[in-house]
């Protein structure tokens, strides 16, 4: 797919929240994959010239992130959290299913572009462990039967909830909200708060634990 | 006497609009700027300063200290950049405080940008987390709106804006200098120091980068005081702390208590360890501290209190290991990470994470030789306070410290794969996985 003049027009509109015009460079790098599907060399070209850097400048930017991708991701980007806690706890065994089942590797993707597979380190969910990502939309406490589950919805064409809420989109959607770009799904799950994240909370109410500011706490319960 | 919790940051979180300018508003929320704008930005800092408040990303700088080193008067644009680049193995306090209180951090960054004399703030968040980046694009446009953003905020003239930055998967953007050069649009690598980033840092203006919870912290402290802060924790260590504890235990989650509390406290709020299983290894700050074990629990989590025990607060977020786990499995991991996110700027790192990694393998295989156990120790010692930036002394140091409590297991890589002294399928949380 070629980049339109509405694509260079959106990466334009991402200097205007910089003082500094370069700044803006993540967020198209982003942008491009999300009408790419990864950075092509056509996106590169486009960036440099929006930011009158040279090529190999945005090449040497681009190669160094790993969310960066160079070559086409599938429909759905797959990852599985492989980082120790996740890793032992189950993400190994579930990355093991994924490509017993694919019959891909690591950062591969599938001959009828569905899916790419990618071993990711810590999420930031290890309370949640072990942690799978579809689009990078948090699949959480995920088990391998529930990862095969995800896969064969997916394929069937079946909505798929994230744990966090919004439901799964595509690789190339969610590169757009990762640009900045509203996607109107902020408020999917109001404050997200689950019993991970109220697990002290909780506790602290039922033992009559006194808050550090009475006079809020007493306003919430 | 055991150490109650104390929910502060989390203390609406079981409100599903805790996120939403209303919802933080119908606890007192924005109360604080309305305070701090009526102070001169010196008396905030002051505020800060006495409350004895450190940095919650890691490191424990003084934040107020950090603040009073950006120079008034200088003619250039001040930045205030917060830090929410969480990705230390181990760490998910940052990533909840953004989803459920964001407000929370506006708050608090227009507090501390009218303190250091900033007109334009950013949150630098990483990129692999789309359902964090919308809510805080969100968030700042529902704080626009409330007139809590912008020109004259609250009548004050005081003018702030706020942007959101999503990075692309780089855990070396989590140093302060590499996340500027990355919000820059460049390559994430950390820079020389000094000039420290207080006096050359965004587009080689002052800036303070601190962390979310920091900047967190900063409202409640200006609506109750910095004696109502130091009345909680210890003396060296004053304050509120948000803990999330991971792992083999039966109620893993976000739990906020003082400083100081015990991890035999913390395990307890956390429902202990997994049934039919026991404690074999903790690690308290992130993969980047020295690990602990059961002699240790009693040991306060304090700034201090770690450093006596040999290790660091660092992150203040414990991950829980049973006996089910091998430690050469877990470091070798580790390991993996580091060498994987060296961002190949200094020699030492780039190497030598190679070559740790390498003898880890072999170990980890049941194929190293005795000699590795030592060739590591000294690769580590030529690793650590040799790199360009802490990321290759988080690297040099979970080996040393593994081998000070568990060196059979470490010998036992000589002839004996981790995988077969150990069942790696015992460690799963989830049922139906055979070894």
Sequence with gaps: MALSETTRAELESILDRYPNPRSA?????????????????????????????????VAAVATFYTMYKRHPVGKHHIGVCINPQCGILGGEAIWQSLVDDLGIGHDETTEDGQFTIERIECQAACTYAPVMTVDWEFMDRATVDSAREVIAKLRAGEEVDSTRGPKIRSFQETERSIAGFDDGLADADGNCADDVMLAGLNLAKEQNMPFPEPSRAGEGS | MTTLLTPNLTAHWDEKDSHTVAGYERHGGYSALRKALAMQPDDVIGVVKDSGLRGRGGAGFPTGLKW??????????????????????????????????????????I????????????????????????????????????GYLGKNILGSGYDLDITIHAGAGAYICGEETALLDSLEGRRGQPRLKPPFPAVAGLYA???????????????????????????????????????????HVKRPGVYEAPLGITMRELLDYAGGIRDGHELKFFVVGGSSVPLLTGEHLDAPLSYEGMEEVGTMLGTATPMVFDETVSVVRAITGWLDFYKHESCGKCTPCREGTWWINQLLHRLNEGTGEMEDLDKLNDICAQILGRSFCALGDAAATPYPAAMKYFAD???????????????????????????
């Design chain 2, 111 to 146: 507090i501390t940008s009218y303190a250091i004399r900033a007109n334009h703030a950013f949150v630098y968040i990483r990129g692999e987390v789309p359902h964090v980046i919308r809510r805080m694009f969100a968030a700042v446009r529902e704080a626009y709106d409330a």
């Design chain 2, 205 to 247: 203006s002052p800036t303070v980068v601190n962390n979310v919870e920091t900047i967190m912290s900063v409202p409640a402290i200006m609506r109750n005081g910095a004696d109502w802060y130091k009345s909680y924790g210890t003396e060296k260590s004053p304050g509120i702390k948000v803990f999330s504890v991971s792992g």
């Design chain 1, 25 to 57: 460079l993540g967020p198209m790098l982003h942008l491009v994959q999300s009408e790419e599907g990864y950075v092509s060399p056509a996106g590169i070209e486009l960036c440099a010239d929006v930011l009158d850097l040279t090529p190999a400048e």
């Design chain 2, 409 to 435: 297991e470490f010998q036992a890589g000589t002839h004996t794969a981790s995988a077969d002294t150990f069942d790696h399928a015992a460690s799963i949380v989830f049922p139906g996985v055979k070894s």
């Design chain 2, 68 to 109: 009073s080193f950006v120079p008034q008067g200088d003619g250039n644009p001040h930045y205030l950049v917060v830090n929410a680049d969480e990705s230390e193995p181990g760490a998910c306090k940052d990533i909840p405080l953004l989803l459920a209180s964001s407000q929370h951090l506006i708050e608090g960054m």
